[in-house]
């Protein structure tokens, strides 16, 4: 399937979830993260998930996170568009006073914060709506998250988290396309 087509069954697919099987299947999702063997990283970024999606809220994870490591920071996207009206995203530090407001796009990032270098994070907890078997994925066509894991470490953690199992093949991947190094689903762990 093509990326436009996984991405309009996708999006239906989670809007068809109710609450209590969003609950249950991050409750197991979270579960399978703590199998992963990996040293926790101290420093995170994850995302505010769409809610009007039911894209996957990676709150619990980070929470187990610093239950491990309590000297974790963590990162949240902010959308940057420059006067040509380009976007970039950059990874602000986070804490228990940030303000959040919900962007353009649909989804909460702060309002304010000091920018991180890409190349300090050790783990990307990315948003997604489906992926392959290769561990490629399927975002929300912007492109922002490929462009900012470029900048990364080759040895950042790149996570993904479905409520769905792999489709077979994503069949216009591109060469600016990154793919991920893990897929945790509710039944099992996708390594790439």
């Given amino acids: 399937m093509k990326k436009k087509d996984i991405r309009k069954v996708y999006k239906e697919k989670c809007l068809q ?3 209590a099987q969003i609950e249950k ?6 579960i399978q993260f703590q199998k992963i063997v990996i040293d926790i990283p101290s420093l995170i970024m994850t995302y505010s998930p769409i809610k009007k999606w039911n894209e996957f809220d990676p709150q619990a994870i980070t ?9 974790q920071q963590l990162f949240y996207p902010l959308m940057v568009e420059d006067d040509d ?3 970039e ?8 006073n940030t303000f959040f407001e919900t962007n353009k ?3 909460e990032e702060p309002v304010d914060g000091i920018d991180m270098i890409p190349t300090e994070i050790d783990t990307v907890i990315i948003p997604l709506l489906s992926f392959d078997k290769k561990g490629n994925r399927v975002g929300c066509e912007k492109g922002s998250y490929d462009n900012f894991l470029k900048r990364c470490r080759k040895d950042c953690i790149k996570i993904g988290f479905s409520y769905f199992d792999a489709v ?3 069949e216009d991947v591109n060469q600016d396309d990154i793919k991920l190094d893990f897929c945790i689903t509710p039944e099992r762990i996708f390594s790439f």
């Fill in 89 to 96: 995203m950059r990874a602000v530090i986070v804490d228990d």
């Fill in 17 to 19: 979830l109710s609450l």
């Fill in 168 to 170: 077979e093949k994503i």
């Fill in 85 to 87: 009206h380009h976007c």
């Fill in 63 to 71: 929470d187990y996170c610093y239950f491990k490591n309590p000297e």
């Fill in 105 to 107: 796009y649909g989804f």
């Fill in 25 to 30: 299947m991050s409750d197991l999702m979270l």
